[in-house]
């Protein structure tokens, strides 16, 4: 079975075919950094617009990566949700109508779900049961993986992702976009343990998030300093670490609680070098194992999406000829 994948939630424009026997065949990504850096965010409609112009020359290169024409494909999947309704529109609309004219069956798959799964692109796989940590830009959660479609949530984010508090972070220190990336770099200079921020919700039981706190201390924190660059460096240490240490504080209790010890980390936040660091520090000490997606694996993508909809193809799932994208999807909707 080919499976063709089509990846247009927010700001990257992902293709890729996946292979049930060899594997991912290819897989292009277009970033849409440039044009959204002017206005410190993503524009929807540039979004969109940035979407329509790029699908279907992706689409020409990775078949041309795989050397297969466009007719040997046996399936599409495409993102359905969460994300920016008129960016998921375009993809959406893209595979369906490709979808009828080749006569062959299309699959709307969750964005998260297509984050959890790409561990399993990897070798070795992790195998069933485990726990994910999924920290991708708008969502951070923990979830109980039984098997393909049993995810239990254990916790989320009450408010700001992790990822939007890295970027808002960054923002109000004088960063680029993205700025999550940015500010991780800039902490690489900071003097460690010159601010002490708070590990917000690590101090009651429970697995839920709460991020937006620490923005907000960042700001009473910077308006205390000269604004320097090292003052600035300090604050971005601090603030990682603060962010870090509760992924990590978070993680430990969820194993603890479902006797687990397979972790997957996922999502755009999962290819902070600190947070791999100091996971890994933790995973060793109780003899688990920790799983990770190559690193342009943990950005958005359309090898997680080929993968993830080849999983439900071929347990014979697909859906009608009607387009609906869901801006808000919960995984707990998933079919089991």
Known sequence: MRILGIET???????????????????????????????????????????????IPLLTEVLKQADIPLKSLNGIAYTAGPGLVGALLVGASFARALGYALKLPTIAVHHMEGHL?????ENPAPEFPFIA?????????????????????????LDDAAGEAFDKTAKLLGLGYPGGPLLAQLAESGVHDRFQFPRPLTER??????????????????????????????????????VVDTLVIKCKRALKET??????????????????????????????TLYYPRLEFCTDNGAMIAFAGYQRLKRGEKDPLEIKVMPRWSMDTLKK
């Open 259 to 288: 006797n687990h010890t397979r972790l997957v980390i996922a999502g755009g936040v999962g290819a902070n070098k600190r947070l791999r660091q100091k996971l890994s520090q933790f995973i060793k000490s109780i003899q688990g």
């Open 205 to 242: 039981p429970g697995l839920n998030f709460s991020f937006s706190g620490l923005k907000t201390f960042a700001i009473n924190t910077l308006k205390n300093t000269e604004g320097s660059f090292q003052d600035r460096a300090d604050i971005a240490w601090a603030f990682q670490e603060a």
């Open 133 to 157: 940590l999924l920290v991708s830009g708008g969502h951070t959660l923990l979830i109980e993986v039984s098997e393909l479609g049993r995810y239990f949530i254990l916790g989320e984010s």
């Open 117 to 121: 799964l790409a561990a399993l692109l």
């Open 9 to 55: 939630s927010c700001d990257d424009t992902g293709i890729a075919i996946y292979d049930d026997t060899k594997g991912l065949l290819a897989h292009a990504v277009h970033s849409q950094t440039t044009i959204h850096a002017a206005y410190g965010g993503v524009v929807p409609e540039l979004a969109s617009r940035d979407h329509i112009r790029k699908i």
